[in-house]
């Protein structure tokens, strides 16, 4: 018997394959092995730039006296969670709710039936801080196992019973109105930190999604303090240490507060629904940090996280070598004020420690600073800052790499399609706009069958053997959805629809309540169904938004009824936890405003169509479908019938394909739009 991970497409299964365990990967096999010896199961849950998740491995799975016992004694079964989504999402259930809390590497015990009896995240090697040492915790399931394993039996039924018997408040099939959307905002001005923005206290996370909502309201109703709660986190966040001050991009979180320590992986739904958001704080508002920072942070995903065939891979370690040996969390990025005196020499790197605030003691670990950009900086000669910034980057590029996770997951490179789009569309940028394109032929290519079917992951061009789940065909649609805007090509909303009709098939179940994994995918414990927001926009409510747009841009009954059934739940969530609802919440407000449906038609390249065509794209009426093509084209629904005025280009401007007079002027169409 032996490590079986050598042959996965998985990154961080490949950082096992070599460990003493004698892993296995999730499948029947590895439950038939601890069915024929009689053992139970070690399910341990993680991915490829999760910090403790590599603590762990070393402390313990790298150990060969934890090894062996572990051999002896149970299947160990590894999985990654961004492959496994739904594995992650039933166990990860079953931990808060046994525990209260959860995160990775999450470690369950299950039965050779796959039903959990034990739970935990982290175990040390030895017993700290009240916690067991993850031996002592082996040992004592092991002899529950011997001694009592009926009891442990019981224990697993009325586990995988409860869980079974949760049902969803889906709060009727309504789209939430302006009562709920304005407890929404009561709740969110409620929970915002007006010192230093954001929600809530440490640890903080980039709440993408809850801002979103917060400039699409201020669009439909006007409330300043709505924009104002977007913007001053949206700088918080862009100054602090979060934000990759050098080379762009943001991490993960911050541990404090004030966002200046983060937690130094940088991932790529992060950044995507980043870059989004401050192309769109900058078209409402016209900051020019805004526009510095989606540019960055666009150029960082196109830079660091783009694959060889066109994809974008999964994300950057928090950890990796120091140049002086050793290895540590954030070591690729943070600075002493010695460091950057070597690179720059006394003066320079005097105004660099004083501007990115670098300090004697240390604003990290051991002396070291994270950069940042506190925000009572005077003034600064901005051409002798670029050059520290410059050879400040060109230094660290010397510096060992973090350890990138280059799996491309369908799910999250949608997300970097709709980002890249639009951001080079607004910026005069072609090339994110090509990046977006080709990202998107991939998925088309590899990760897509002719049945409009989607595989989760690919590596290397190769697709991986893991079905794509709900949030996989609703941000693949979205980012189709994006890029057929900006390209006025309608191969992009065809592919789109295609995705939306497995979501109708395969996803969705009685009153419209939808289902993170298809109807034909492999049986768990019990079928995940999640509509809240957290990291990423959950699959439910990304396909709300989905087949919305869809729906604006083809006419489509079905899939506008699917949409609002669908956003039932925003409106029982709203005013509870609307944190957690954030791109539900903006689906609403898209909703509650039309969305409004933009023709343009005029002749490809023509000055005025091409005008026309950018002022559309820069209207921030919340959830506005664009669709731009030559006058007499039958490629969209929305094109059909759009005469030019007077022979020139024309901007039609719809609401449920009920349209206002048609103009040529772009000033006009703009004010129709809400672009600045």
């Not at 018997?1 to 394959?17: D, K, V």
């Not at 400039?215 to 602090?240: F, I």
């Amino acid at each position: 018997m032996a490590n079986r991970l050598s042959g996965s497409t998985s990154p961080y299964l490949l950082q096992h394959a070599e460990n003493p365990v004698h892993w296995w990967p999730w499948g029947e096999e590895a439950f038939a092995e601890a069915r024929e010896r009689g053992v139970p199961v070690l399910l341990s849950v993680g991915y490829s730039s999760c910090h403790w998740c590599h603590v762990m491995a070393g402390e313990s799975f790298e150990d060969e006296a934890t090894a062996a016992y572990l051999n002896e004694h149970f299947v160990s079964v590894k999985v990654d969670r961004e492959e496994r989504p739904d594995v992650d999402a039933v166990y990860m259930e079953a931990v808060q709710a046994a525990t209260g809390r959860g995160g990775w590497p999450m470690t369950v015990f299950l039965t050779p039936a796959g039903e959990p009896f034990y739970f935990g995240t982290y175990f040390p090697p030895a017993p700290r801080h009240g916690m067991p040492s993850f031996r002592q915790v082996l040992e004592g399931v092991e002899a529950a196992w011997r001694e009592r394993r009926d009891e442990v039996g019981a224990v697993a039924a009325s586990i995988v019973k409860d869980l079974g018997g949760r049902s969803l408040d889906l709060g009727g099939t309504a789209v939430p109105g302006e009562e709920q959307l304005a407890a929404a905002l009561l709740g969110l001005t409620r929970d915002y930190d007006p010192s230093y923005g954001g929600f809530g206290g440490a640890p903080k996370f980039p709440p993408s999604m809850a801002l979103e909502f917060l400039l699409r309201h201020h669009a439909r109703t006007g409330s300043e303090g709505a924009l104002q709660m977007a913007a001053d986190t949206c700088e918080a966040m862009a100054r602090g240490g979060i934000y990759d001050q050098l080379g762009g991009g943001f991490a993960r979180y911050s541990v404090d507060r004030k966002w200046v320590v983060p937690h130094f992986e940088k991932m790529l739904y992060d950044n995507a629904l980043l870059c989004r958001l401050y192309a769109h704080l900058w078209r409402a508002t016209g900051s020019d940090l805004a526009r510095r920072v989606a540019l960055e942070t666009a150029d960082f995903l196109v830079r660091e996280l783009r694959t060889h065939e066109g994809g974008f891979a999964s994300a950057l370690d928090a950890d990796s070598d120091k140049p002086d040996g050793g290895h540590g969390e954030g070591a690729f990025y943070v600075w002493t004020p010695a460091e950057l005196e070597d690179v720059l020499g006394k003066a320079d790197a005097a105004l660099a420690a004083e501007y990115f605030g670098v300090t004697e003691d240390g604003t990290f670990e051991e002396g070291a600073s994270v950069l940042q950009l506190p925000a009572d900086g005077g003034l600064v000669d901005a051409e002798r800052i670029a050059s520290v910034r410059e050879r400040l980057f060109a230094a660290r590029e010397g510096r060992p790499r973090p350890g990138r996770d280059d799996k491309v997951v369908a799910a999250w490179n949608g997300l970097a399609i709709a980002a890249l789009a639009e951001t080079g569309a607004y910026f005069e940028r072609p090339d994110l706009v090509a990046a977006a394109v080709e990202a998107a032929d991939l998925l088309v290519r590899v990760h897509m069958d002719e049945h409009g079917r989607l595989a989760r992951t690919s590596r290397d061009g190769a697709v991986g053997g893991n079905a794509g789940v709900l949030e996989d065909y609703a941000d693949v649609a979205e980012g189709f959805l994006a890029l057929t805007a900006v390209t006025g090509e309608g191969v992009w909303l065809d592919f789109a629809g295609l995705l939306l009709d497995s979501v109708l098939r395969h996803f969705t179940g009685e009153g419209g309540a939808l289902y993170d994994t298809a109807d034909d995918a492999e049986a768990l414990i019990r079928r995940p169904q999640d509509p809240t927001d957290n990291a990423a926009p959950s699959g439910w409510t990304a396909a709300a938004g989905a087949l919305l747009s869809y729906a604006a841009f083809t006419g489509s009954a079905r899939h506008r009824e699917a949409a609002e059934q669908a956003l039932g739940v925003v409106g029982a969530l709203a005013g509870r936890v609307p944190r957690f609802i954030g791109w539900g919440l903006a689906v609403a407000e898209a909703a509650l405003d039309g969305p409004r449906e933009v023709a343009v038609v005029g002749p490809a390249g023509d000055a005025a169509t091409v005008a026309l065509h950018r002022t559309a794209l820069l209207g921030t009426a919340p959830g506005a479908v664009v669709a731009a093509g030559e006058p007499g084209t039958g490629e969209y629904a929305l094109l059909a019938d759009r005469p030019l005025l007077d022979g020139r280009p024309a901007a039609y401007v719809c609401r449920h394909f009920v349209c206002a007079a048609p103009t040529a002027d772009p000033e006009a169409l703009g004010e129709q739009l809400g672009a600045r």
